[in-house]
């Protein structure tokens, strides 16, 4: 029977997680599990009976788990971000810090991804210009490379990992370059190649472990807390710039053509990896903020995806299929199931089902219904006109998004009536992560020679 630890939510989520952890070991049954966490809670009461506080009697009695030594440092190194680490790791560091936390590392990284991206220029090119077009089809080689060397630099990754990592980026240069891509064929490469990439960032991010369907989850996470710090830097940059703006202006100098070719996208590009690196050295900042940001937004897109569906059985409409329309209605699709895994990523596996589960399963049917109108349009101007670029870049996406969400709803459905694990939902979305990358890559590699280049 486990000794009650009456103390707030602080300790038990400490404890919490310590289980989740140890519930993942293959060689730890339940009933073992049940009696080392008995055990840590009796060391816990122990250690606060003699005057030690929360943080300091869970740092201790995790260091005390005897045989567990080996688990308590895995344990460590994966929630690096946590109080005790310096403890559990003691042993190993001495409280030392490794040359690649160092942010000068960080920093020579988005250095070389901002001059990456202003170096065409020493070719005659310019974004701005003529050759806006070749820019947009490259942006996503100009900067996600650094960003994936950076990974491999943290991860100690060499020989044939850094190698496999390359192949990816130099398919990605030939297929955006050496074809001769116009209209449709060009704007579907500027779209599904930094997806194809952003792949291969996650492979270096894991370190090579792809394999694994928890550090795919990691790698989702860590999407949507990149995502994140990047939008705060992003406003923090824009109106860094707006003030410089102004106060040159106010003393007779004009430093827009300044701020707007060099500062602006030296910022943007920079701020990739510098977004990266705050991701890795304030993650509990993160941690915190994202049950807070999905359950904020996830009932908000759910209200907008029914009412979305709503207003599309009151007027008997259909969607329209014009190009930039099927763009925009992927974009927003794509947009809410990142929303979708990432709520997903944040949410603890262990608790049991609540409300918000409930709001996740009423998105998932909201964008199911939508996908499914979406697909039904798609195919019938297919059948009227025929197949074009545009129209079978999204049907195909379509068809992924519809098997996704379909099995997605029937999963989450099963665990709300406590038929299935919430684990199955986070193994079938990394198991389907894969899709989108391949799907991404077709389009780049085969829809140009297919429909003319055009």
């Known amino acids: 029977m486990q000794t009650e630890v009456p103390d707030g939510p602080g300790l038990e989520s400490q404890i919490g997680r310590w289980r989740q952890f140890l ?39 995790v260091k005390r788990m005897g045989d567990l030594d080996g688990l308590t440092r895995e344990f460590a190194r994966e929630h690096s971000d946590r109080l005790w680490k310096q403890l559990v790791l003691a042993g190993d560091q001495a409280g030392t810090r490794r040359a690649t936390d160092s942010p000068v590392g960080m920093l020579a990284f988005a250095v070389a991804a901002a001059i990456s991206f202003k170096l065409p220029l020493a ?110 830097i992003a406003l923090g940059g824009g109106v860094l710039i707006l003030f410089t703006a102004a106060t040159f202006e106010a003393v007779g100098i004009d430093a827009i053509e300044f701020l707007q070719s060099w500062v602006l996208p030296g910022g943007a590009t920079g701020a990739v990896i ?45 969607v329209d299929v014009d190009r930039d329309v099927l763009i925009l209605f992927d974009l927003l699709l794509i947009l809410v199931l990142g929303l979708l895994l990432y709520s997903i990523s944040a949410r603890d596996s262990r608790a ?72 199955v939902i986070e193994h079938w979305q990394t198991a389907y992560i894969p899709v989108y990358g391949l799907w991404a890559a077709i389009v780049v590699i085969a829809f140009p020679p297919i429909f003319g280049f055009s």
């Not at 060689?27 to 966490?37: P, W």
């Not at 950076?150 to 130099?170: D, K």
């Open 23 to 61: 519930d993942r070991r293959q060689a730890v049954g339940t009933t073992d599990g049940d009696e080392l966490e008995s055990h840590l809670r009796d060391q816990v009461a122990e250690l606060k009976e003699v005057g030690l506080s929360d943080d300091e009697a869970f740092l201790v009695a």
């Open 123 to 232: 070719f005659g090119m310019d974004f701005a210009g003529d050759d806006a077009e070749l820019y947009a089809r490259n942006l996503s080689l100009l900067v996600l490379p650094f960003l994936a060397g950076y990974f491999a630099w943290r991860r100690s990754l060499h020989g044939l990992q850094l190698l496999g990592l390359a192949v990816p980026f130099g398919i990605g240069a030939v297929f955006a370059n050496v074809y001769p891509l116009t209209g449709d064929a060009a704007v579907l490469t500027v779209i599904h190649l930094p997806i194809a990439l952003w792949l291969v960032v996650g492979v270096a991010y894991l370190g090579g472990d792809w394999r694994s369907s928890r550090r795919r989850m990691d790698f989702v996470r860590f999407t949507g807390e990149w995502f994140i710090y990047y939008v705060l």
């Open 274 to 318: 510098v977004a990266a690196w705050l991701v890795e050295a304030k993650q509990s900042v993160i941690e915190n903020m994202a049950p807070v940001l999905t359950r904020v937004f996830t009932p908000l897109f759910a209200v907008m995806l029914l009412a979305s569906v709503a207003a599309l059985v009151w007027t008997g409409n259909g």
């Open 352 to 423: 049991q089902p609540n409300v918000m589960d409930a709001v996740q399963l009423l998105l998932v049917v909201s964008m199911l219904v939508l996908d499914l109108v979406a697909l039904s349009a798609i195919a019938s101007r297919i059948s009227e006109f025929g197949f074009s670029p545009n129209k079978t870049a999204a049907l195909g996406l379509n068809i992924i998004l519809a098997i996704n969400l379909a099995w997605s709803g029937w999963l989450a459905l099963g665990f709300l009536r406590r038929r299935k694990p919430f684990a």
